[in-house]
């Protein structure tokens, strides 16, 4: 039969041969190919171990650098602000103060990235009005762009209430614009648009683009743009690597995603996009209630509020979106707002503020300005004045201190900072007031210029007072021996005592019996010779206030 035949048998065996052959080739194939992924697993292993030891590396190094960059710039502004130097070692320190902010800020962008390939950095988000928080960034490096002639255009929605990270949302969004503005040429624009979009899925996304007329990036270097320490064709001199893939990651960990297209010559759009979501906690005084509140000078000039026992914090500024982040960031307090430095100088003398905030650059008059307007006046003399700029040198810095400025911020400033700026100088109020209320100051040491010029004017009333202890001597006619109305009297007297007009002359009146009981007048005496017509009621009143009833002291 056929299958008997030598060519069945030949078939047979060359069909055998193959199989054989093929299982055999799969087998090397396979084994070749379990060594090439062992090879690779190993590989990657060793990369990923290379990688968590420049990483473990960068940040350990970071660490050491911080501290005596930290001094440096310590010292630096100690020597700036307490020694008089010529204008070249004015520059000099300048130039190392400046430098020293680059490198802290280079060393705090690899200990960021190395947290947050850790995961052990959080976020801290808020919900509020977004809109107005970029065009308060964007407001703080006109400067920068208006000194390469470069026109910033900014295009958005009307507002935008959603959940983010503030300090996050700033570290994206000022590097990227600061990326644009330094590869853009002179002459040129940068369009910065923000907007809500929708996606298939019914999200909605913040999409933020910038784009410039920049020198464009290489098609090779987009796909690698992002990754830590990569330094593009394009890149300037003094890129460090690390700006992108930090806003990368900190996009990332929003649950966004940054990307980024660009031709050669003709300049780069990127875009970032955000996922809307309003889980967060509401902000108090939110900036989307502050929008709401509508333009023009009558609803930024707002009245006091005597019922509200915050402290009141009057803010300066001629750029509305920057007054509703400013609002947002004081919500804790009472604050009154102006869009001028006359403005805010009439809104203080008629209101007395226990601080005022205000922008340098203004119309009319700007910061330096009102800070000295201030300072020569009886009843806003004793004001804290916190003063803002875009302007960073320390020349400019020192100039608001000369002024009378406590406390320079540089714009953008840490909200963080702002509110601890805010509460130290209003303890140093507080500490104010209680060395005020003596009748005199306690030593040379603990005064400083500013309580000596308002121990002058407390002492003027304790003279008018002095003068008529026997008499009835109301709030209203003090107000007029010194020249200010009783809303006046009462914030200045307030803010330097802690204490009412009313209860500020009882107790010099007390103070003044104290001193006639030591001396051996008797408690009647005593009462009579400083105005009190009920001596029960003086007792009462004494004991209040010195924790003795006067018969104690005089007995002592």
Request: glycine content about 4%; hydrophobic content about 40%; overall charge negative.
């Amino acid at each position: 039969p056929w299958y008997d035949s030598w060519a069945a048998r030949i078939f047979w065996l060359l069909l055998f041969s193959t199989v054989l052959g093929g299982i055999l080739f799969f087998l090397r194939h396979r084994q070749r190919l379990q060594l090439q992924l062992q090879f690779q697993a190993v590989e990657s292993e060793q990369l990923r171990k290379l990688d968590a030891s420049k990483s473990d590396f960068f940040t350990q190094i970071s660490h050491e650098f911080r501290t005596p960059l930290t001094v440096i710039l310590g010292m630096t502004e100690q020597i700036t602000t307490e020694v008089t130097s010529s204008p070249a070692v004015t520059r000099s320190l300048e130039a190392i103060n400046r430098n020293s902010q680059i490198l802290l800020k280079q060393i705090n962008q690899i200990l960021d990235l190395s947290k947050l390939r850790d995961k052990s950095i959080t976020l801290n988000m808020i919900q509020g009005e977004v809109i107005h928080y970029l065009k308060y960034l964007l407001e703080s490096l006109q400067a920068h762009a208006e000194r390469k002639s470069i026109d910033l255009q900014f295009e958005a929605t009307d507002e935008i209430v959603m959940d983010y990270d503030p300090e996050r949302l700033r570290d994206i969004f000022l590097n990227i614009l600061s990326n644009a503005i330094k590869y853009s040429a002179p002459e040129s624009s940068v369009w910065i648009r923000a907007s809500k979009i929708n996606s298939e899925m019914d999200e909605s996304f913040l999409q933020i683009t910038v784009r410039d007329e920049g020198v464009g990036i290489e098609s090779d270097d987009i796909e690698q743009i992002f990754e830590a320490y990569y330094r593009g064709k394009n890149a300037t001199a003094s890129g460090s690597g690390l700006g992108l893939a930090t806003s990368q990651r900190w996009v990332q960990a929003m649950g966004g995603r940054i990307y980024v297209e660009s031709k050669l010559g003709q300049g780069s759009v990127f875009t970032v996009l955000l996922p809307i979501t309003n889980s967060a906690i509401e902000a108090v005084n939110s900036l989307a209630a502050s929008s709401r509140d509508g333009k023009g000078q009558s609803d930024l000039l707002q009245a006091h509020d005597h019922h509200d026992e915050r402290p009141q914090i009057l803010v300066v500024d001629d750029n509305e979106d920057v007054l509703s982040y400013l609002r947002f960031c004081l919500s804790d307090y009472h604050v009154i707002l102006a869009t001028d430095g006359q403005a805010a100088l009439d809104l203080a003398i008629n209101t007395v503020p226990d601080l005022v905030v205000s922008d340098v650059m203004m119309p009319q008059m700007d910061g330096y300005e009102l800070c000295q307007a201030l300072r020569s006046r009886d009843v806003t003399s004793h004001i804290p004045v916190i003063l803002l700029t875009a302007k960073a040198t320390q020349g400019e810095k020192n100039l608001g201190l000369r002024h009378g400025a406590d406390a320079y911020l540089t714009k953008p400033f840490d909200r963080t900072e702002l509110l601890i700026r805010v509460e130290k100088l209003l303890d140093r109020q507080r500490d104010l007031q209680k060395q005020l209320v003596e009748l005199a100051p306690t030593s040379s040491e603990e005064t400083t210029p500013v309580s000596l010029v308002e121990h002058e004017f407390l002492d003027r009333i304790r003279t008018y007072i002095s003068a008529h202890l026997t008499e009835e001597f109301t709030v209203i006619d003090l107000a007029n021996q010194m020249h200010l109305s009783r809303v006046q009297l009462y914030r200045k007297v307030k803010a330097l005592t802690g204490r009412s007009t009313a209860v500020f002359i009882r107790l010099i009146r007390l103070q003044h019996a104290r001193e006639m009981l030591k001396r051996g007048f008797s408690v009647s005496e005593s009462a009579y010779a400083t105005g009190f017509n009920d001596p029960s009621y003086f007792s009462r009143t004494f004991k209040e206030e010195f924790g003795k009833i006067p018969s104690q002291l005089l007995n002592s």
